[in-house]
């Protein structure tokens, strides 16, 4: 069985529906999840608990990386932490007379070319 994995020369990576950086949150996710069933199973947890833990965490895995997939589209997340970077408001402690002279001296240095 072969998978297309690249469309196109300059287009992102897409594999099943999952483009650029959610294709990796699927994978490490998954990884992680492989982690955590083999460590668990090695404390002596009896093996079902593990599997169940392991299929639960697993699909919520996968249900949240298609629905972030979905709702954010390929360029989503680092929109979404851009966002998070910016401040929802700029406070200024400036008096309003130090506007409208720097306004005012900008206005005559145009005039005067």
């Not at 093996?47 to 949240?64: F, N, Q, R, T, V």
């Given at each position: 069985?072969?998978?297309k994995i690249?469309?196109g020369i300059?287009?992102t990576?897409e594999f099943?529906?999952?483009?650029a ?8 996710g998954?990884?992680?999840i ?15 608990l ?5 299929i639960?965490?697993?699909s919520?895995?996968?249900?949240k ?7 954010f589209?390929?360029?989503g ?9 910016h ?8 008096p309003?007379?130090?506007?409208l ?7 005559r ?5």
């Amino acid at each position: 069985m072969q998978y297309k994995i690249n469309k196109g020369i300059g287009r992102t990576v897409e594999f099943k529906g999952l483009k650029a950086q959610y294709l990796f949150i699927f994978a490490g996710g998954l990884l992680s999840i492989l982690l955590l069933v083999m460590i668990l199973y090695m404390l002596g947890l009896p093996p079902y608990l593990c599997l169940s833990i392991g299929i639960i965490a697993a699909s919520i895995i996968i249900w949240k990386t298609f629905a972030l997939n979905a709702k954010f589209g390929e360029h989503g997340l680092m929109k979404i932490a851009a966002k998070r970077r910016h401040p929802e408001y700029i406070i200024s402690r400036k008096p309003i007379q130090s506007y409208l002279r720097n306004y005012q001296k900008s206005v005559r240095n145009e005039k005067s070319k």
